[in-house]
Nanobody, 125 residues
């Protein structure tokens, strides 16, 4: 059974940084894609960034470009999202999601098969 568990969320002031972690387990595929997505209050869930387990290639959706950096741990089952220069509009529940095929360039909500429960990030002004 695939499980994705997020950690590292919380409250931060505007301009600050947070690093989210995603612990992935149960993947039986040689290659898989892990991504970060977010859902702000009253808005649809949107992609932030995705990374491939095989070669570490990354893709950033508009919301994640410039201030966010996705990376993987040496054990490959850990994926991180470093968020710098946070803004109040980054306030959202952040989700870790995955699938067992494809490349990181396909980083769409509809393309992910497994989801974590999400973790809240609140950026105060």
């Amino acid at each position: 059974e695939v499980q994705l568990v997020e950690s590292g969320g919380g409250l931060v002031q505007a301009g600050g940084s947070l690093r989210l972690s995603c612990a992935a387990s149960g993947f039986t595929f040689d290659d898989y894609v892990i991504g970060w997505f977010r859902q702000a209050p009253g808005k649809e869930r949107e992609g932030v960034s995705c990374i491939s387990s095989s070669d570490g290639s990354t893709h950033y959706v508009d919301s994640g470009k410039g201030r966010f950096t996705i990376s993987r741990g040496n054990a490959k089952n850990m994926v991180y999202l470093q968020m710098d220069g946070l803004k109040p509009e980054d306030t959202a529940v952040y989700y870790c999601a995955g699938r067992g095929y494809g490349t990181s360039s396909y980083c769409d909500v509809g393309g992910m098969d497994y989801w974590g429960k999400g973790i809240l990030v609140t950026v105060s002004s």
